[in-house]
């Protein structure tokens, strides 16, 4: 480390954050410190709650249009964790987890399936997908036949026979508790081009994994250790409302395995929330429950001396948020983090930053101001992983991503728990948008990752604890932004320019 600093640069955090702004990640930015070690040497592992241990800091948040099975697999996979929104009945909830906590491969894999007599009609029949996978009765409990490759079939003389007469022959699967290298083993070993997995016990068929999926998935940058449980699942959390409906939510979602569950509300400190709170310590002690969202101080003490594992921090902060304009309360995102997480840590509870991340710049910021890991929506909506399908908007590919407290999210559509019931009425604090096509998390999440790293680096923090140490010890040093400092922090002054990241 340089010389011992004798002179006053920059505000340590507790002065800036206590002169009555409130502050979001945009209006901060820190004063670099001291390199003395290389950037691979970071390590961003940590804690979701006081007893679940990531190895990267990132959360997928519980959202119709971000989390669901291959949301959580992906996440899990890359060393975060994902969390199931819970805007769905008890059972789907209950099924898209066990979807989830079955899967060790990242796939996105939308196969049909059919029967030996099955005819294939049209290319149409193959879906999104390249294959058609053939079992005897043509459900997905059902023992493996054989296969159709688009490919082959578009190359058939006589595509009006059934399938029986050309499929390719296929008479092996494997347990879906193998993870890539043992798939790729396995596939190499046999000379096969791809394999079903199936669930121990019932044998119900999981995922198809090609040699394509294999090789691409294997290409993509290095990432964390995967997160998983004791029994070799990945670990998966779940949200879950504070009425008395969820108690029975939650009954299903302990049985299908999950290891944590979030009471997802914007105003987390309310008798309900409370309420819940004991009940769950009290009838499943060892479940992880992380509560919010809170974004003050006595917010966070309350549910700490409840007895929460972790907090969620962020209340008008998300993209698709409107809480602050309808309803006036909420904080800027860096002051919140900052103080809660100032108060939270004296009981060594860990800190999620959820909502506002928009680039890796904010996540730097959120992890050193004390959180121990960010929850995103729009940075991960729009990815192949999310939910939805593609669609296009002026030439755009994009995906939908729309607020939980958006009218279409609180009526889902057809549902009528709204527009049925004329004597409640529902405000929304949230809009419905869309976001462009990023392509697989399991991309971009390992760069971003990397990024992060390099902030951390600039700082001279080579962990998160490090970074936590150094700022409450008043050596890492930030400022304020003007308006015009944080134009020309941008790209500025360019006729046209094009914006690429890795
Ligand atoms: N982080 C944020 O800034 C915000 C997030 N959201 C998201 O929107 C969704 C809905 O959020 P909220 O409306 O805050 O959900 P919520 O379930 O906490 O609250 C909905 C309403 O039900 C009431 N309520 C809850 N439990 C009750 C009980 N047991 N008995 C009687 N009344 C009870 C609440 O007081 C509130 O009026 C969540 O997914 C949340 O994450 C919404 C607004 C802001
Ligand atoms: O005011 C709100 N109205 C809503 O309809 C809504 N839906 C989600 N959320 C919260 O926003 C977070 C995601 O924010 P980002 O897209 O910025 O990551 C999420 O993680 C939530 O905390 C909402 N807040
Ligand atoms: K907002």
């Known amino acids: ?31 670099p410190h001291y390199i003395d070690f290389p950037t691979d040497s970071v390590q961003l592992n940590t804690k979701l709650t006081k007893n679940i241990h990531l190895s990267i800091p990132c959360v997928s948040s519980p959202m119709d249009t971000v989390t669901e099975s291959y949301m959580a697999v992906a996440m899990a996979y890359l060393g975060g964790i994902g969390i199931i929104h819970s805007n769905n009945t008890a059972s789907e909830q209950f099924s898209i987890l066990q979807s989830a906590k079955s899967r060790r491969i990242p796939v996105v894999s939308d196969f049909e399936i059919k029967s030996p007599s099955d005819v294939i009609e049209s290319e149409s029949d193959f879906g999104s997908s390249s294959v058609i996978l053939i079992t005897e009765t043509g459900s997905r409990k059902s023992r493996v036949l054989g296969y159709v490759l688009k490919s082959d079939w578009m190359n058939l003389k006589n595509q009006e026979g059934r399938v029986c007469d050309y499929m ?9 508790s193998y993870d890539l290298d043992q798939i790729t083993g396995f596939l190499g070993q046999k000379g096969i081009k791809l394999v079903p997995t199936v669930k121990d016990g019932d044998g119900e068929i999981v995922d198809l994994v090609t040699m394509d999926d294999v090789e691409r998935i294997n ?29 029975e939510r939650l009954e299903y979602l302990v049985k299908g395995g999950a290891d944590v569950v979030v009471l997802d509300s914007s105003q987390g400190n309310s008798i ?4 819940m709170i004991k009940y769950i310590k009290n009838t499943y002690p060892q479940l992880d429950v992380i509560g919010g969202n809170v974004v003050t101080m006595y917010q966070a003490q309350n549910l700490i001396q409840a007895g929460v594992n972790g907090l969620r921090v962020g209340m008008g902060s998300g993209s698709i948020c409107t809480t602050q304009e309808v309803c006036a309360v ?71 991503y729309r607020g939980m407290g958006s009218l279409e999210a609180m009526t889902k559509g057809s549902d009528q728990r709204y527009l049925g019931d004329k004597s409640k009425l529902k405000i929304a604090q949230g809009v419905v948008g869309a976001v462009a096509d990023k392509g ?36 890492l040093r930030l400022e304020v932004r003007t308006g015009a400092a944080q134009v020309e922090g941008g790209v500025h002054g360019l006729v046209s320019y094009e914006k690429k990241s890795f």
């Open 219 to 247: 290409e993509f940058p290095k990432r964390g250790l995967p997160s998983l449980g004791p029994n070799g699942e990945f670990l998966v959390g779940a949200a879950i409302g504070t009425r008395e409906s969820d108690k």
């Open 440 to 475: 697989p998390i399991l991309k971009f999440v390992p760069y971003t990752m990397h990024a992060v790293k390099q902030g951390f680096q600039d700082l001279g923090a080579s962990s998160l604890e490090s970074a936590h140490n150094l700022l409450r010890s008043k050596i």
């Open 330 to 400: 909420g904080r800027g995102q860096a002051t919140a983090v900052y103080k809660v997480s100032s108060i939270a840590s004296q009981s060594g509870v860990p800190v999620i930053a959820d909502g506002g991340i928009s680039n890796s710049g904010h996540i730097v910021k959120a992890l050193v101001l004390g959180a121990s890991t960010v929850m995103m929506g729009s940075f991960l909506a729009g990815s192949t992983e999310a939910p939805g399908a593609y669609e296009y908007q002026n030439g755009r590919r994009v995906k939908k």
């Open 1 to 31: 480390m340089a010389g011992a600093v004798s002179f006053e640069d920059g505000f340590p955090a507790e002065k800036l954050f206590s002169q009555g702004y409130s502050y979001t990640y945009d209006d901060v930015i820190f004063l």
């Open 168 to 176: 390719t022959k296929l008479d092996f699967s494997v347990p879906s």
């Open 272 to 275: 309900y929330q409370l309420d």
